[in-house]
T-cell receptor, first 111, second 115 residues
Framework: GQNIDQPTEMTATEGAIVQINCTYQ??????LFWYQQHAGEAPTFLSY????GLEEKGRFSSFLSRSKGYSYLLLKELQMKDSASYLC????????????FGKGTKLSVIP | DTGVSQNPRHKITKRGQNVTFRCDPI?????LYWYRQTLGQGPEFLTY????????KSRLLSDRFSAERPKGSFSTLEIQRTEQGDSAMYLC?????????????FGPGTRLTVT
């Protein structure tokens, strides 16, 4: 089966750095995605990792270790608008590129 | 291009009624997905189209659910004899590998409430 774990909630201070972890156990692996989802809105794509290492995109970075089944999303210089749920999703290589999502981490940014 | 669109945005129906949702993907995207999301959960995969062919269906998709993509453009998802457990947000996403990346772009969703 497929299992993706991430913390349910996190709180961080405006201007700080926060790391959201994700561990996965899937039947196959063809890439890991991070999505941001504001309440009542659709998920929006943040990052994609298929090889080990760090991918940086502005204030957001994502890391992958395939041998450990582990990824994290790093958010720097937090802003109030970063308050949202962050979804970790794995393409398990089933051929359809369907994504298996974790339950999401609700991040609250406080002043 | 305005992205993925879905209609209606909200639907309230009585148990036992049939409902149909529509998804218009990004025009050049050949892959289309349907997901279902309930409160506090991540989206769950329902079904996948490549062009007009429905290539995969989740075991979550009971025989009350049917999806079509008749001309490889827009798609419809129909739920027959709705049940209260069908209440959820139904998300459509599309993607293409044309540019070497294949992230899925999601529509705003249709929120279904079954009373």
């Amino acid at each position: 089966g497929q299992n993706i774990d991430q913390p349910t909630e996190m709180t961080a201070t405006e201007g700080a750095i926060v790391q959201i972890n994700c561990t996965y156990q899937t039947s196959g692996f063809n890439g890991l995605f991070w999505y941001q989802q504001h309440a009542g809105e659709a998920p929006t794509f943040l990052s994609y990792n298929v090889l080990d290492g760090l991918e940086e995109k502005g204030r957001f970075s994502s890391f992958l270790s395939r041998s450990k089944g582990y990824s994290y999303l790093l958010l720097k210089e937090l802003q109030m608008k970063d308050s949202a749920s962050y979804l970790c999703a794995v393409d398990s290589g089933a051929g359809s590129y369907q994504l298996t999502f974790g339950k999401g981490t609700k991040l609250s940014v406080i002043p | 291009d305005t992205g993925v669109s879905q209609n209606p945005r909200h639907k309230i129906t009585k148990r036992g009624q049939n409902v149909t949702f529509r998804c218009d993907p990004i025009s050049e995207h050949n892959r289309l997905y349907w997901y279902r999301q309930t409160l506090g959960q991540g989206p769950e995969f329902l079904t996948y189209f490549q062009n007009e062919a429905q290539l995969e269906k989740s075991r979550l998709l009971s025989d009350r659910f049917s999806a079509e993509r008749p001309k490889g453009s827009f798609s419809t998802l129909e739920i027959q004899r709705t049940e209260q457990g069908d209440s959820a947000m139904y998300l459509c996403a599309s993607s293409s590998r044309a540019d070497g990346a294949y992230e899925q772009y999601f529509g705003p969703g249709t929120r279904l409430t079954v009373t």
